[in-house]
């Protein structure tokens, strides 16, 4: 069973430093072949510090959360079911572009958690998870929001 | 603009935006979670999967998404995107052939904002993944 009372709990913060190793390979597990990526002579040349940070990289947060299974332990302390739950949807917010080199701060938490009942009978319930990513000027500089799906149990 | 050199005006709602296939291996698969983080064996352990009742391992939906991403990027530049959502709709196996494309949806003329519409579909015709984005682009006469 979902714990509702679980929205909006802090998940906790953590570093995310953005790394140009890190960088050219998740771009290379992407097919992206951009030397904005790669190539800091070019990045320079465009008028940015540094090879620029792909736009779904957020996506590597794992390597820096506090636990390596955290966002296994969130659905369990949430009460999900790994066998009902899906992916459902992620949105990257990007507030401005990141360069290899920052080291960001991130405040990881539960969104909203809804329910709707779903098209075959039963309800379906909706989890976000929330990530923002904050500079070395505390100004939010990029987000992630996660929407895992429950199906209800029959 | 620095790196692509695409200014609003030069933009109409129905534009198409870059297009590109990719045919789906358990390599890209693994290449992926390595790069992304993401070591659920539903993904990499064909035992696991078919222990399960699934036909195969499949691929991430952030592998798609990240894909997918390059339609805007290299369109736009990744230091215009604004917004970049994302739909899981369809499961993506491997030896499934992706098409990747989008198109301009509409602009705020006036503020340089545009918004896109993304997607992939497999070989049968089914979106896997369906897309919004929004781009800030610079404006010729600003």
């Given at each position: 069973m979902i714990d509702k009372n679980m929205a909006g709990k802090s998940l906790g913060v953590f570093e995310f430093p953005v790394e140009r190793g890190k960088i050219k390979e998740f771009a290379q597990a992407t097919g992206n072949t951009n030397?904005?990526?790669?190539?800091p002579d070019h990045a320079r040349e465009a008028g940015f510090g540094n090879v620029l940070m792909p736009?779904?990289?957020?996506?590597?947060f794992t390597f820096h959360?506090?636990?390596?299974?955290a966002v296994m332990d969130a659905m369990n302390d949430l009460g999900m079911d790994p066998a009902r739950s899906v992916h459902g949807e992620t949105e990257f917010i990007q507030h401005r572009p990141v360069f290899a080199g920052e080291i960001l701060t991130v405040k990881m938490s539960v969104g909203d958690i809804t329910e709707k009942a779903g098209t075959r009978g039963g309800t379906m319930a909706f989890v976000e998870l929330l990530m923002r990513f904050f500079d070395s000027n505390n100004e939010p500089a990029l987000e992630m929001r996660n929407v895992f799906i429950e199906r209800g149990a029959f | 603009m620095k790196n692509t050199g695409l200014y609003c005006e030069d933009v109409s709602p129905g534009d198409a935006l870059p297009t590109f296939e990719l045919k789906v291996t358990r390599t890209h698969i693994v290449k992926f979670a390595g790069a992304g983080?993401?070591?659920?064996?539903?993904?990499?352990?064909e035992e696991y999967a078919k222990a399960l009742g699934l036909p195969s391992v499949f691929a991430m939906g952030l592998m798609s998404a990240g894909y997918l991403s390059r339609v805007i990027t290299d369109w736009a530049?990744?230091?215009?995107?604004k917004r970049y959502k994302v739909r899981y709709s369809g499961i993506v196996w491997p030896g499934d052939i992706l098409t990747f494309g989008g198109q301009v949806g509409g602009k705020a003329g006036d503020r340089g904002i545009v918004s896109c519409e993304l997607h992939a579909s497999n070989q049968n015709g089914e979106k896997v993944i369906e897309a919004e984005a929004e781009v800030l682009l610079p404006r010729r006469n600003a």
């Open positions: 030397p904005m990526h790669r190539n736009l779904t990289f957020p996506g590597t959360m506090p636990s390596e299974d | 983080g993401d070591f659920n064996p539903i993904h990499h352990d530049g990744v230091e215009n995107v």
